[in-house]
């Protein structure tokens, strides 16, 4: 089976510092794996997804993610915080089977940005 | 291209009445997909229409069920309500959902649903 695994629910950084989100992934077969970013009161907005065409994957807003085979994780970073990174992230691994679409998310990790 | 549509934006509802949640995906998208999201289990998957059948559910029980139209929007319905009901209820479309998992899901701004 499946399943996700965010290391940290909260994280807290200072403006201008290095942004690390850990997610580490379980799959029996090659996986796709997804970052959506929540903001208050909205819905999942995609940051990037990994589909393997190749291992580091660059998004919107600065956010990259690296695919580590060897290590099933797939973290997400941002070289320098802004204080409008402030949200919920949220990992997620998509899974095919039977005919049907459906995402198996991490619980999150809420990051702060403080100045 | 307009967004996910997912109406109304804020419910509220007493305990044992019904309600009805209305998703309109992306234009073109075929697949919708619905999830509920609570503070103690996180997202959880519930359903998904493809061509106006339901292709799976997940681990909820009947009183959840939903439908899809010929134009792809989807309704979701909750009978007889319960507090644990309550909940930030997302709607997800997706093109066809058929390229083996890397469809990406677009979602919707969600129904906030609070049962007394």
């Known amino acids: 089976a499946q399943s996700v695994t965010q290391l940290g629910s909260h994280v807290s950084v200072s403006e201008g510092a290095l942004v690390l989100l850990r997610c580490n992934y379980s799959?029996?077969?090659?996986?796709?794996l997804f970052w959506y970013v929540q903001y208050p009161n909205q819905g999942l907005q995609l940051l990037l997804k990994?589909?393997?065409?190749?291992?580091l994957v660059k998004g919107i807003n600065g956010f990259e993610a690296e695919f580590k085979k060897s290590e099933t994780s797939f973290h997400l970073t941002k070289p320098s915080a802004h204080m409008s990174d402030a949200a919920e992230y949220f990992c997620?691994?998509?899974?095919?089977?039977?005919?049907?679409?459906?995402?198996?998310f991490g619980a999150g990790t809420r990051l702060a940005v403080h100045p | 291209k307009a967004g996910v549509t997912q109406t109304p934006r804020y419910l509220i509802k007493t305990r044992g009445q019904q309600v009805t949640l209305s998703c309109s995906p992306i234009?073109?998208?075929?697949?919708v997909s619905w999830y509920q999201q609570t503070p103690g289990q996180g997202l959880q998957f519930l359903f998904e229409?493809?061509?106006?059948?339901?292709?799976n559910k997940g681990n909820f029980p009947g009183r959840f069920s939903g439908r899809q139209f010929s134009n792809s929007r989807s309704e979701m319905n909750v009978s007889t309500l319960e507090l644990g009901d309550s909940a930030l209820y997302l709607c997800?479309?997706?093109?066809?959902?058929?390229?083996?998992?890397?469809?990406?899901?677009?979602f919707g701004p969600g129904t906030r649903l609070t049962v007394l």
């Open positions: 997800a479309s997706s093109l066809a959902g058929t390229s083996g998992g890397a469809d990406t899901q677009y």
């Open positions: 799959s029996s077969v090659p996986p796709y």
């Open positions: 990994y589909t393997s065409a190749a291992t």
């Open positions: 997620a691994v998509s899974r095919f089977s039977g005919g049907y679409n459906k995402l198996i």
């Open positions: 234009s073109g998208h075929r697949s």
């Open positions: 229409y493809f061509s106006e059948t339901q292709r």
